[in-house]
């Protein structure tokens, strides 16, 4: 089964950035969605952002836009969350999931497959 691995969380202070990977070893990450969700303590999970597998198109949450992007290497097969000016309300656990399109992040439906996360400080 795919299985996803993300690498890149720590502490940053407010206003730094983080660069988050996604890895699927054994599968092609192109052919799929991507989501980047989190959770903070005691918070439901929320979206943060989709990019498609079909033609490359973002989607974002409102709280991250102007700030965060999502990207694909597809020489690399990893896909990656770029965030920029962070606050400490960015503070969470951050997952990627696999999908078949973007469908379920806008829904607000439950993606096919998880990586097991990491997390995102960021100071005060």
């Known amino acids: 089964q795919l299985q996803l691995v993300e690498l890149g969380g720590g502490l940053v202070q407010s206003g730094g950035s983080l660069r988050l990977s996604c890895a699927a070893p054994?599968?092609?990450?192109?052919?799929?969605?991507i989501g980047w969700f989190r959770q903070a303590p005691g918070k439901e999970r929320e979206g943060v952002s989709c990019?498609?597998?079909?033609?490359?198109?973002?989607y974002y949450a409102d709280s991250v836009k102007g700030r965060f992007a999502s990207s694909r290497d597809n020489a690399k097969n990893m896909v990656y969350l770029q965030m920029n000016s962070l606050k400490p309300e960015d503070t969470a656990v951050y997952y990627c999931?696999?999908?078949?399109?973007?469908?379920?992040?806008?829904?607000?439906?439950?993606?096919?497959?998880w990586g097991q996360g990491t997390l995102v400080t960021v100071s005060e």
């Open positions: 054994g599968f092609i990450l192109d052919y799929y969605a």
């Open positions: 999931a696999a999908d078949w399109d973007c469908s379920d992040y806008y829904l607000g439906t439950q993606f096919e497959y």
């Open positions: 990019i498609s597998s079909s033609d490359g198109t973002t």
